[in-house]
């Protein structure tokens, strides 16, 4: 089961293994990882599951949607690096990914 | 180890997030979770689209997995009842008579379908769409080819018919009003949601009478009071929802559409907390009381309840929204449109399918709804959260960025 390390806005690191198909929201939602909400359970409605990916794992990520991108846009703090974790799948070339989280979803 | 019970009754949305919330707020104590369904709490929205299509299993529809609730000592009692609160002993009966004592109590009741009563309801076929209960029946009926009627044009009832004609059945919404959404949205919204159902093959009937549903054992038709028949394998009827309020009614509990609670989410009894659908409460941003319908309500206000049984009292202050997926239309609507008196469109609605509609009052931005127009969501929901208004002329504008229509 790929490992996903989960960095909290003060630096906190959350190792949690799950298996390969599930998504970072749900990944993090499961293992009660706090900074990551998923209100709208994984539909890209709600933007409440920012994250950003370690920028040695960015090029591993598929590209984000249209419609995620204009979400990300609108978040607070986005960067280069800004996902809507319910929209990354976890899989095994994604063993070991570590991923920031905001300091707000809102 | 505290002698502390909190007794949370109520198995969906605002149950969880309690649940989850009093460990985040350091509870102590014992969380007993007491749900009618048999599964832990799963997102009710995807029931009427990706479950409903087969496209999510039962065992994704989980807001946490069951082992969440063993991890954090949360002890889930599924499949039962509770049948009497007794405020004055802090105990409840169980619906198989057993008494479990609490020292605080969580109703997250929820709603209950609205039911009417038309004759031949009571036909194998035929159903609500509220619980997994009710969607793992209706899957029985649905398939390739089949004939569906749906009783009702609101939010579920639509989702449920896109569903279904996305399957490849012949699809019918019977609407009572005018037209379909009516008491939500403005006739803009409406009519594309009308003519995109039906660029899709969906039959819709607005000012339908139904007469009776008609059939031997299961239905097979829906007759209108025009003389009309609508053949139909299943039939769905959506038309709302009521607060569950009968325990805190029992209770001695004050109600008024729905349970009164306060801005840190108690009811009238201190040691009882209520949150999501069931409760009526002051929403500070529209300054008057709400009673909504909702995921995000049901969410936030159960952890502004797990911080009020924690003695950490924060006031309730959130933007609603909502979503509907329908076909390949993704809705958000941040904010509530009533009371409007002003609709502003930006984007083509008579013939795209990504547009917005911002509802004014008074020159003072109400709500928006965004159909795949994620930006105007996303800004509008920050921006009316703050309080800040939107310059009409501007969002109309679509040369003009969305930010830029907002004061700054």
Request: aromatic share 6%; charged share 25%; proline share 4%.
């Given at each position: 089961?790929?490992?996903?390390?989960?960095?909290?806005?003060?630096?906190?690191?959350?190792?949690?293994?799950?298996?390969?198909?599930?998504?970072?929201?749900?990944?993090?939602?499961?293992?009660?990882?706090?900074?990551?909400?998923?209100?709208?359970?994984?539909?890209c409605s709600c933007a409440t599951c920012h994250c950003y990916i370690d920028d040695a794992w960015v090029a591993k990520v598929p590209a984000a949607e249209d419609l995620e991108k204009d979400m990300l846009d609108c978040v607070l703090e986005p960067k280069d690096s800004s996902r809507l974790s319910c929209q990354v799948e976890v899989s095994d070339e994604l063993d070991?990914?570590?991923?920031?989280?905001?300091?707000?979803?809102? | 180890?505290?002698?502390?019970?909190?007794?949370?009754?109520?198995?969906?949305?605002?149950?969880?997030?309690?649940?989850?919330?009093?460990?985040?707020?350091?509870?102590?104590?014992?969380?007993?979770?007491?749900?009618?369904?048999?599964?832990?709490?799963?997102?009710?929205?995807?029931?009427?689209?990706?479950?409903?299509?087969?496209?999510?299993?039962?065992?994704?529809?989980?807001?946490?997995?069951?082992?969440?609730?063993?991890?954090?000592?949360?002890?889930?009692?599924?499949?039962?009842?509770?049948?009497?609160?007794?405020?004055?002993?802090?105990?409840?009966?169980?619906?198989?008579?057993?008494?479990?004592?609490?020292?605080?109590?969580?109703?997250?009741?929820?709603?209950?379908?609205?039911?009417?009563?038309?004759?031949?309801?009571?036909?194998?076929?035929?159903?609500?769409?509220?619980?997994?209960?009710?969607?793992?029946?209706?899957?029985?009926?649905?398939?390739?080819?089949?004939?569906?009627?749906?009783?009702?044009?609101?939010?579920?009832?639509?989702?449920?018919?896109?569903?279904?004609?996305?399957?490849?059945?012949?699809?019918?919404?019977?609407?009572?009003?005018?037209?379909?959404?009516?008491?939500?949205?403005?006739?803009?919204?409406?009519?594309?949601?009308?003519?995109?159902?039906?660029?899709?093959?969906?039959?819709?009937?607005?000012?339908?009478?139904?007469?009776?549903?008609?059939?031997?054992?299961?239905?097979?038709?829906?007759?209108?009071?025009?003389?009309?028949?609508?053949?139909?394998?299943?039939?769905?009827?959506?038309?709302?929802?009521?607060?569950?309020?009968?325990?805190?009614?029992?209770?001695?509990?004050?109600?008024?559409?729905?349970?009164?609670?306060?801005?840190?989410?108690?009811?009238?009894?201190?040691?009882?907390?209520?949150?999501?659908?069931?409760?009526?409460?002051?929403?500070?941003?529209?300054?008057?009381?709400?009673?909504?319908?909702?995921?995000?309500?049901?969410?936030?206000?159960?952890?502004?309840?797990?911080?009020?049984?924690?003695?950490?009292?924060?006031?309730?202050?959130?933007?609603?929204?909502?979503?509907?997926?329908?076909?390949?239309?993704?809705?958000?609507?941040?904010?509530?449109?009533?009371?409007?008196?002003?609709?502003?469109?930006?984007?083509?609605?008579?013939?795209?399918?990504?547009?917005?509609?911002?509802?004014?009052?008074?020159?003072?931005?109400?709500?928006?709804?965004?159909?795949?127009?994620?930006?105007?969501?996303?800004?509008?929901?920050?921006?009316?959260?703050?309080?800040?208004?939107?310059?009409?002329?501007?969002?109309?504008?679509?040369?003009?960025?969305?930010?830029?229509?907002?004061?700054?």
């Amino acid at each position: 089961m790929p490992l996903i390390t989960f960095v909290s806005h003060d630096g906190e690191a959350k190792e949690v293994h799950v298996e390969s198909g599930t998504n970072l929201m749900q990944a993090a939602v499961d293992n009660g990882v706090d900074g990551i909400l998923g209100e709208c359970g994984g539909v890209c409605s709600c933007a409440t599951c920012h994250c950003y990916i370690d920028d040695a794992w960015v090029a591993k990520v598929p590209a984000a949607e249209d419609l995620e991108k204009d979400m990300l846009d609108c978040v607070l703090e986005p960067k280069d690096s800004s996902r809507l974790s319910c929209q990354v799948e976890v899989s095994d070339e994604l063993d070991g990914i570590v991923v920031h989280l905001p300091e707000s979803q809102f | 180890m505290s002698q502390e019970h909190c007794i949370i009754i109520g198995g969906s949305h605002a149950a969880a997030a309690l649940a989850a919330g009093l460990r985040q707020e350091g509870w102590e104590g014992k969380i007993s979770l007491i749900g009618a369904d048999p599964l832990p709490p799963y997102h009710r929205p995807p029931l009427s689209k990706a479950f409903l299509c087969g496209d999510k299993s039962e065992s994704e529809l989980l807001i946490r997995p069951a082992d969440f609730y063993e991890k954090n000592n949360i002890d889930l009692v599924l499949g039962s009842r509770v049948t009497n609160i007794d405020r004055e002993k802090k105990t409840v009966t169980l619906h198989d008579g057993g008494v479990i004592s609490y020292t605080k109590l969580a109703l997250t009741t929820g709603a209950k379908v609205r039911k009417i009563p038309i004759e031949g309801s009571d036909l194998g076929g035929v159903f609500y769409l509220r619980d997994l209960g009710d969607v793992q029946q209706i899957k029985k009926y649905i398939g390739k080819g089949k004939s569906a009627a749906i009783i009702g044009g609101g939010y579920i009832g639509l989702e449920a018919a896109a569903s279904m004609r996305k399957m490849g059945m012949n699809v019918t919404v019977l609407e009572a009003m005018p037209r379909i959404l009516q008491r939500v949205t403005a006739p803009e919204i409406s009519a594309f949601y009308a003519r995109v159902h039906q660029e899709e093959g969906v039959e819709i009937i607005t000012e339908a009478s139904v007469k009776a549903i008609e059939g031997s054992g299961d239905v097979n038709a829906v007759a209108l009071a025009d003389g009309r028949s609508i053949p139909a394998d299943i039939v769905i009827i959506g038309v709302g929802v009521l607060p569950d309020v009968e325990l805190a009614e029992q209770a001695g509990l004050e109600l008024d559409n729905g349970i009164v609670v306060d801005e840190y989410a108690r009811t009238s009894d201190h040691d009882i907390v209520a949150a999501g659908d069931c409760t009526n409460h002051f929403n500070p941003i529209y300054g008057r009381r709400l009673r909504l319908e909702s995921v995000q309500n049901a969410s936030d206000q159960a952890k502004i309840a797990a911080k009020t049984l924690c003695g950490n009292l924060t006031e309730y202050r959130a933007l609603p929204w909502f979503w509907s997926d329908q076909f390949d239309l993704k809705l958000q609507i941040a904010g509530l449109s009533q009371g409007f008196d002003q609709v502003v469109t930006r984007g083509d609605y008579a013939n795209t399918r990504s547009f917005a509609a911002f509802y004014f009052q008074d020159g003072k931005l109400l709500a928006v709804d965004a159909i795949n127009r994620p930006k105007e969501f996303m800004l509008s929901k920050r921006f009316l959260a703050e309080g800040k208004n939107a310059d009409p002329v501007k969002l109309a504008d679509e040369s003009v960025e969305v930010k830029d229509a907002f004061e700054g």
